[in-house]
T-cell receptor, first 110, second 115 residues
């Protein structure tokens, strides 16, 4: 089975712009979660989607949003980018308690 | 709320040395416990897991035992290799896999193994 894929792998944006990241889960996995990884805060949970519905949300501002499509692919959107949004954004899919992670999208905000 | 505390790194060892990375947790109920590994420039890979007290997870020579009495899940390997150099994350999930599922991670421990 192919693993979790994320596109793009690298992204450079400027403050105030918005960005959309994409994630394709492992075939058959209906749950997709997003995490932010930074040197200062470590790995933090953003949200989880299951069958196109957001089931759980972390403690992030409303600028961070997401959605899931009927084929389980997910997108994450960040509006009005700030310098502090520079991070590695990881997507993970699961069918049970084991989450499988993609390689991440490295977002740099200038 | 849930939290995970890992020993701070970096940890530097010689090849074939014994490895221990300490991990303790605070959680409601009976969490599932995990160790993930992250190689440079990559995402996280699940290394091992345990879902109930006294369970031992193992993979690739790594082991960790779920100790409920000490709320710990320490990672061990008897003989490390240069290829084990990576960042190791301890994590927990208080949910058994249904809704409201999320992983809570420790800060990570950088391991460097020298030949």
């Amino acid at each position: 089975k192919a693993g979790v894929t994320q596109t793009p792998r690298y992204l450079i944006k400027t403050r105030g712009q918005q960005v959309t990241l994409s994630c394709s889960p492992i075939s058959g996995h209906r749950s997709v979660s997003w995490y932010q990884q930074t040197p200062g805060q470590g790995l933090q949970f953003l949200f989880e989607y299951f069958s196109e519905t957001q089931r759980n949300k972390g403690n992030f501002p409303g600028r961070f949003s997401g959605r899931q499509f009927s084929n389980s692919r997910s997108e994450m959107n960040v509006s009005t980018l700030e310098l502090g949004d520079s991070a590695l954004y990881l997507c993970a899919s699961r069918a049970s308690i084991k989450q499988f992670f993609g390689p991440g999208t490295r977002l740099t905000v200038l | 709320g849930d939290s995970v505390t890992q020993m701070e790194g970096p940890v530097t060892l010689s090849e074939e040395a014994f490895l221990t990375i300490n991990c303790t947790y605070t959680a409601t109920g009976y969490p599932s416990l995990f160790w993930y590994v992250q190689y440079p420039g990559e995402g996280l890979q699940l290394l091992l897991k345990a879902t109930k007290a006294d369970d031992k997870g193992s993979n690739k020579g790594f082991e960790a035992t779920y100790r409920k009495e000490t709320t710990s899940f320490h990672l061990e390997k008897g003989s490390v290799q240069v290829s084990d150099s990576a960042v190791y994350f301890c994590a927990l999930s208080s949910n058994s896999g249904g809704s409201n599922y999320k992983l809570t991670f420790g800060k990570g421990t950088l391991l460097t193994v020298n030949p």
